[in-house]
T-cell receptor
């Protein structure tokens, strides 16, 4: 595997379900990000982990719970979601402190909440 | 305030036409970085280019070229001889030091949807 991978690619869940999104980066980066992309809305930064510590939580509802067990893996645990949470969830990684500041993105998980 | 504006919401062209996507930014940083990303229908954001604020030299990569002008706070992207495979949403983004919060925070524009028709 190369780059940033995300599983599953598509997820349909009911409002009472609990599910998790997984992200893995194979780039040796030390920062990872979760973004939400809703239809006709700008990209929204949700969480940032730098050196495995959460450094940003952009007022995200508690029904979204991130976890970063190591620098290569990032999870987003979902529970009791609402239909408005249906969106494309993108994971990204970058190398903090380096000259290259770009983030590399995974293919996303298309989430539908019914 | 740090902000990226992509005024063109949607652009439609016919194959082989040249097309320019506009990006205007605002920042108080003296050192900052600008980026372009491509998001094809598959969903993944693909990194295209990074420029830093000290390098105003324009860049060309195949059919892609970028025009960075600090005087007008713009970082425009031109696709020459467009092809159907160029159809995607293109995002311009800004990263700096003042608002970094200790990591490489990106401020994204709203994106421009480009449709290239055969």
């Amino acid at each position: 595997e190369t780059g940033v991978t995300q599983t599953p690619r598509h997820l349909v869940m009911g409002m009472t379900n609990k599910k998790s999104l997984k992200c893995e980066q194979h780039l040796g980066h030390n920062a990872m990000y979760w973004y939400k992309q809703s239809a006709k809305k700008p990209l929204e930064l949700m969480f940032v982990y730098s050196l495995e510590e959460r450094v940003e939580n952009n007022s995200v509802p508690s029904r979204f719970s991130p976890e970063c067990p190591n620098s290569s893996h990032l999870f987003l645990h979902l529970h009791t979601l609402q239909p408005e949470d249906s969106a494309l969830y993108l994971c990204a990684s970058s190398q903090e402190g380096g000259r290259a500041r770009e983030q590399y993105f995974g293919p996303g998980t298309r989430l539908t909440v019914t | 305030a740090q902000k990226v504006t992509q005024a063109q919401t949607e652009i439609s062209v016919v194959e082989k036409e040249d097309v320019t996507l506009d990006c205007v930014y605002e920042t108080r940083d003296t050192t900052y970085y600008l980026f372009w990303y491509k998001q094809p229908p598959s969903g993944e954001l693909v990194f295209l280019i990074r420029r830093n604020s000290f390098d105003e030299q324009n860049e060309i990569s195949g059919r892609y070229s970028w025009n960075f002008q600090k005087s007008t706070s713009s970082f425009n992207f031109t696709i020459t001889a467009s092809q159907v495979v160029d159809s995607a949403v293109y995002f311009c983004a800004l990263s700096g030091l003042l608002f970094s919060g200790g990591y490489n925070k990106l401020i994204f524009g709203a994106g421009t949807r480009l449709a290239v028709h055969p």
